[in-house]
T-cell receptor, first 114, second 115 residues
Framework: DAGVTQSPTHLIKTRGQHVTLRCSPI?????VSWYQQVLGQGPQFIFQ???????GRGNFPDRFSARQFPNYSSELNVNALLLGDSALYLC?????????????FGSGTRLTVV | AQSVAQPEDQVNVAEGNPLTVKCTYS??????LFWYVQYPNRGLQFLLK??????LVKGSYGFEAEFNKSQTSFHLKKPSALVSDSALYFC?????????????FGGGTRVLVKP
């Protein structure tokens, strides 16, 4: 079985631009969570989606948005990019509750804003 | 609110020696605790978790962790470290009173195992 797939693996954007990151969870996993990992720090929670509904939102500005599709894949959108948005963006899928089923993380998308 | 602290940025250990990576937490209710490992340019890999029950939890690759409620700690241990254990280790917590799947991660501890 394929693991969690994220695309693209790397990208470079200019300040003020918009970016869309994509995640395909493990087959059968209904929950997708997004984390931002700035270099030298631990991952920070951005969003969780379960069955296409938002189940949690971290302390991020409204420039960050996400959605989940009927096939459980997900997109993370970031508008008006800032230099500080440069980070590794991680997608984590879970069948349901993380405490019962755990997370499986993708390898991430490395976003560089210049 | 839930939070995690990893007091050591880096731990150096000789191959074959015991390895300990420290973690303390703060939650309103009861903690669910996790350890993950990250290799360069990769996502996080699950090592072990504590939900309830026995305070000593055994995980992948010979790692174990001890839950200590009075000290609010969940230190990761391995009796005999390997060079291949060199990586970045993250402790994470979720309060049992919280909804959803949000985990709060510590800042990470880099482990360097020298031959």
């Amino acid at each position: 079985d394929a693991g969690v797939t994220q695309s693209p693996t790397h990208l470079i954007k200019t300040r003020g631009q918009h970016v869309t990151l994509r995640c395909s969870p493990i087959s059968g996993h209904k929950s997708v969570s997004w984390y931002q990992q700035v270099l030298g720090q631990g991952p920070q929670f951005i969003f969780q989606y379960y069955e296409k509904e938002e189940r949690g939102r971290g302390n991020f500005p409204d420039r960050f948005s996400a959605r989940q599709f009927p096939n459980y894949s997900s997109e993370l959108n970031v508008n008006a990019l800032l230099l500080g948005d440069s980070a590794l963006y991680l997608c984590a899928s879970s069948y349901d509750r993380v405490v019962d089923y755990g997370y499986t993380f993708g390898s991430g998308t490395r976003l560089t804003v210049v | 609110a839930q939070s995690v602290a990893q007091p050591e940025d880096q731990v150096n250990v000789a191959e074959g020696n015991p390895l300990t990576v420290k973690c303390t937490y703060s939650v309103s209710g009861n903690p669910y605790l996790f350890w993950y490992v990250q290799y360069p340019n990769r996502g996080l890999q699950f090592l072990l978790k504590y939900i309830t029950g026995d305070n000593l939890v055994k995980g992948s690759y010979g790692f174990e962790a001890e839950f200590n409620k009075s000290q609010t700690s969940f230190h990761l241990k391995k009796p005999s470290a390997l060079v291949s254990d060199s990586a970045l280790y993250f402790c994470a917590v979720r309060d049992d009173k919280a909804a959803g799947n949000k985990l709060t991660f510590g800042g990470g501890t880099r482990v360097l195992v020298k031959p």
